[in-house]
């Protein structure tokens, strides 16, 4: 089967290659980025680097104003997912676009952010409603979908004035960090350190298996799995369409190691790495500023580049890790295609059975995969979430499975996270009087309407989902406002960006 490779870009990066990436940077700052983010901006090197907090767009809005979470006068989030989340037959997106929309959006998410459950455990669960027909089927009305709440600088949320500040575990930069790593630990295992620059792979040239026992998601709370796959972020393994575009820039930089080391043969493994890892992390934001944020947001929603600003902190938003990216959520589809070469099909693959699996990549490989994200347009960006995420994320229900709806309204809360309307007022942008002010879709409207009682209990990620979408985009106008925020500051916040 021929191996795909990503396409060339018109980005000159094979100039790259033979200057040696020339620069004209201070003497005090490195010529490469450091793994874990750290010196970036040589003025506060701490900036977007690993284990920092999540910044804040707008104040928190905790009960108490310290830490506990928003909405306890509000419904269940499981009870506004069934309300209004719960999606019967598929909806496509009016763009045409194909799956490959919220492919490279969480391929991209995982590179600049990554908040994880505090230790030890803070329970925050979701109630169910009582005769539930997926997770409470026998009626008891006990049951509960478990959530912890996430780790946080815990020097913060000692009182009035020091709320609680949750924390980014990687690199906040467009850097490749989801290839490479944002720790030396993880970095050094991922690479072949033989001289020639190359990442590790596996047989059929496959990512490597987690053989080191790093830290790596799965499914279930037992012992770490050697038998996935391993790569720079620990959620490579969610779903096999991330698997596979994990492999194709592991290959990527394999290809570009021994065309920087067969150009100039005098180059170190470290020099051919570096040179490799810095083109990668090139293709990767060249891509999702050519041609992954036009589609989402439209043709000119960033002002145009102007260099490098060392006064603009690129660290990731919680706003925008909390609620607007998740907007991916809605695009999923219920079925992964797969595509042959020739164009005839192996068969599709059902969401639900294709979480942390490797049997479909062992078996078949990734080019299906890739096509197949390529063959098959993406749900619309609404309130709807199929039901292979809303019922059976990561399992059924009562043995492991979750609603990513209700996962992403009860995270915002435990965050502290402001509702849909004050955050509308606090970006700038005018507040809601009723429920026809946010969509113009009256099915939306009352399904929005039967469950809040007023626009000002809306949570902010049902809220941005509900909006009408801005012309030329694919999202609503509060979700473009911090999408666009945290995508200009993470260009121009980056000493390293490839303009």
Do not use: C
């Not at 575009?245 to 290809?255: A, G, P, S, W």
Request: negative net charge; glycine residues 10%; charged residues 20%.
């Amino acid at each position: 089967m021929q191996t795909l490779k990503p396409r060339k870009l018109g980005l000159a990066l094979t100039s790259f290659v033979a200057l040696g990436f020339a620069t004209s940077l201070p003497a005090t700052a490195q010529t490469f980025r450091s793994i874990d983010g750290s010196g970036n901006n040589i003025a506060n090197p701490d900036w977007g680097e690993t284990d920092t907090q999540l910044l804040r767009l707008l104040p928190s809005d905790y009960e108490d104003g310290i830490s506990a979470p928003a909405g306890s006068n509000r419904p269940s989030a499981r009870a506004i997912s069934n309300a209004v989340s719960s999606q019967t037959s598929s909806v496509t997106n009016s763009l045409h676009a194909s799956d490959w929309l919220w492919q490279w959006g969480q391929f991209v998410d995982h590179d600049l952010g990554l908040t994880e459950p505090h230790e030890p455990s803070e329970p925050f669960n979701i109630a169910v409603p009582t005769g539930d027909p997926f997770f409470d089927p026998f009626g008891t009305g006990t049951q509960e979908i478990g959530l912890d709440r996430s780790i946080f600088d815990t020097t913060t949320g000692t009182g009035i004035g020091n709320p609680r500040q949750q924390i980014n575990e990687i690199t906040s930069y467009i850097d490749g960090s989801n290839v490479y790593g944002s720790d030396s630990v993880r970095a050094n295992f991922l690479r072949t350190n033989d001289g020639t620059g190359k990442l590790k792979t596996s047989a059929g040239d496959l990512l490597p298996f987690n053989t080191a026992l790093l830290p790596n998601a799965q499914s279930g709370n037992g012992p770490i799995d050697p038998s996935l796959f391993i790569a720079g972020d620990v959620r490579a393994n969610e779903q096999i369409g991330l698997v596979a575009t994990h492999t194709l820039f592991v290959r990527e930089h394999n290809r570009l190691a021994e065309e920087i080391a067969a150009a100039d043969p005098t180059l170190s493994g470290e020099e051919i790495y570096q040179r490799a890892r810095k083109v990668v992390g090139a293709q990767i934001q060249a891509i999702t500023y050519n041609e992954f944020l036009p589609l989402l947001l439209g043709n000119g929603a960033l002002d145009p580049y102007s260099g490098y600003d060392d006064t603009v902190n690129a660290g990731i938003s919680n706003e925008f890790s909390t609620a607007a990216f998740r907007v991916g959520h809605t695009m999923l589809s219920p079925e992964l295609q797969r595509i042959n070469n020739d164009g005839t099909s192996p068969g599709s693959i059902a969401l639900q059975d294709a979480f942390f699996t490797t049997n479909p990549i062992l078996q078949e490989g990734i080019d299906s995969i890739l096509f197949g994200l390529a063959s098959q347009k993406a749900q619309e960006v609404d309130t709807l979430i199929v039901d292979d995420v809303r019922n059976f994320l990561f399992g059924p229900p009562g043995a492991g499975g979750f609603d990513l709806a209700s996962l992403n309204i009860q995270r915002g809360r435990e965050h502290g996270l402001p509702g849909y309307n004050q955050a509308r007022i606090g970006l700038g942008l005018s507040a809601v009087t009723s429920f026809a002010d946010i969509t113009s879709d009256s099915s939306v409207q009352n399904k929005l309407a039967s469950i809040y009682d007023t626009v000002d209990d809306i949570d902010l990620w049902i809220g941005g989902l509900a909006e009408n979408h801005i012309n030329g985009g694919i999202v609503g106008e509060l979700f473009h406002t911090i999408i666009a925020d945290q995508f200009t500051r993470s260009r121009d916040g980056d000493r390293f960006f490839y303009l």
